[in-house]
């Protein structure tokens, strides 16, 4: 077995372009051209929408009040304009994010209109949640040029971006992207390995699965799932992942310990899940139901508002104690 | 399909117990001793091994500590008795945990002590993270009183306990057990349907999974899945559970819309993995060693303490904002 080299904070250089274009302005769109204009950056953004420009404004308007109240600059924005089409959003722009939906021949299309028009070496990143940028890239004129980078909502927030090169990506341009979004004050993961889903997502996907099961089978409400989540491994996972957590539980002997004391107990069979259940009519009205109950008393805009609260106070928190996310909100306010 | 019972805080009585006893007193059973001290219950602990006080002294110095910092009163602790056997500590308890190793003949074999010795109608908790209560009351004199109280670590600060009862347990008792967690500060859930590894740890089961096939298949480190985690959804999840997130994912149109907006995308088959990879010596090493270099520079204590502060950090904004977690330390704050 082989040892992938470290993930290495020096092997990109940062750099803010200068002109950047969003193409696709939904929730995810939106807050990527809010992160950019939070920067300086100026936005070319399209979507064929009606809805998009009050999107990105609602988005930016929250945006806003979370970088004021972390404490960060928000007096020099980049202006944006709703392009008419995405050949004028991007015929200037050194970078490109595509946010369009998530279907393989969407993505497909929307990029060959993006590569019609785009600078031949601007750098396309694409928020897809799982499609393999080897995929998306097979039939592009300038294939090298494309990565995913795959952000965590709210994005304007939350710092971390996958960042992955497919078949014919090079090295060189992994590695200005992950430039690009260290400038917009992001932590640029490198995934080395291309895999469906990337690395978060499996991660999501494995807890999705066994959640659904738990709902399905009646053992467990969304409620009930969500409280020993908030309540228990939530907070241990805002500062420390599995393997450091675990780390601890191994106590002075460390991981080595963890293992040997855990081990059987860690390859007991608790779940042999392989698929999620069939969302039949009845399992989507399980899930709706049990929802409403559990946050259906809170309007969607009050939740994005708490939640931006408590992710700013827990940035706040982790930058007192120089810990994990806290230490790239700490980098963004030296720049 | 018939959608359980909602979770009721009503459904039972808080009662804070003046004798209780521990039984096993490592890392888990030093923590739930601590939790009960600051609470003001005398405490009597049975451990075999020469090296329990020590651990009782450091965990309770942790969570004094955290209690300071936290603002939540220290100063009216109970006292604790090394106990020269099970039989001594059960001998007068109204409550006892029971913390000893994970394994199905130990559980069993240290229940029959407890049962020699305690009051028939004392409930017992067991801290076990995946043996069914069933399993372990078969033999039992009075089966009727044991529940499984699954905790987080560190105990005396993570509230949740998960509650379960096994065919031959009394819902009397499980209430009775809920209302003793709480008056330990706890957010007591019932799991009302047995299964193993219970709710939190089938979900904690699937990312270990998925997170050991990525390591051993080379996809990503130690190191580069913990920061995903930190810098993306564990900060999610310290406030908003998984269905909470994805309502707010559907925006307005709610938990429907998202599973209309993504059902097919949640169930592509991104994963099919039903095992842990063996723990061969090469993938023991290949963990141990990226651990090292990931974490090896900040000795256990330390990372014992950054992650209290980071936690106690965590409960203030949660409390501030009148959310989730915070509210129990609200509670706790009133008792």
Chains 1, 2 share one sequence.
């Not at 294939?143 to 795959?150: D, F, S």
């Not at 675990?246 to 963890?258: C, D, K, L, N, S």
């Not at 899940?273 to 399980?286: G, N, R, S």
Request: contains cysteine.
């Amino acid at each position: 077995m082989t040892v992938p080299e470290l993930h290495s904070e020096l092997d990109y250089v940062e750099y803010l372009p200068k002109k950047a274009a969003v193409v696709g302005c939904g929730v995810i769109g939106a807050a990527w051209a809010s992160r950019m204009l939070l920067k300086g950056v100026n936005v070319m953004v399209a979507d064929p929408s009606p809805d998009a420009e009050a999107i990105l404004l609602e988005v930016l308007g929250n945006a806003v009040a979370a970088w004021d109240d972390l404490g960060l600059p928000t007096d020099k924005q980049g202006s944006y304009t709703m392009a008419g089409s995405v050949a004028e959003a991007v015929a200037d722009a050194e970078f490109i994010q595509e946010s369009a939906p998530e279907r393989p021949e969407v993505k497909v299309a929307v990029l060959a209109e993006i590569e019609a028009a785009a600078p031949a070496d601007a750098i396309i990143g694409s928020s897809t949640s799982g499609i393999k940028p080897s995929v998306m890239q097979a039939d592009m004129a300038n294939p090298e040029r494309l990565v995913v980078g795959h952000p965590y909502n709210p994005v304007y927030l939350l710092p971390v971006v996958e960042v992955v090169g497919g078949d014919q990506t090079t090295l060189e341009n992994i590695r200005r992207a992950q430039g690009m979004y260290a400038a917009f004050g992001m932590r640029p993961i490198h995934v080395r390995v291309e895999i469906d889903a990337f690395i978060g997502d499996r991660l999501l996907e494995a807890v999705w699965r066994e959640a659904l099961w738990l709902v399905n089978d009646g053992v467990a409400t969304t409620q009930e799932i969500d409280d020993i989540m908030t309540h228990g491994f939530g907070l241990r996972w805002a500062q420390m992942g599995l393997f450091e957590t675990y780390r601890i539980a191994g106590g002075v002997g460390g991981f080595r310990h963890f293992i040997e004391q855990f081990g059987p107990t860690l390859d007991w069979p608790y779940s042999k899940l392989m698929d999620t259940p069939d969302f039949t009519p009845e399992l989507v009205d399980t899930l709706v139901e049990q929802s409403n109950a559990q946050s259906g008393m809170h309007e969607i805009r009050d939740l994005e508002r708490i939640r931006d609260q408590n992710l700013v106070g827990f940035l706040k928190v982790l930058e007192g104690n120089k810990w994990a996310a806290g230490n790239v909100v700490a980098e963004q306010r030296k720049g």
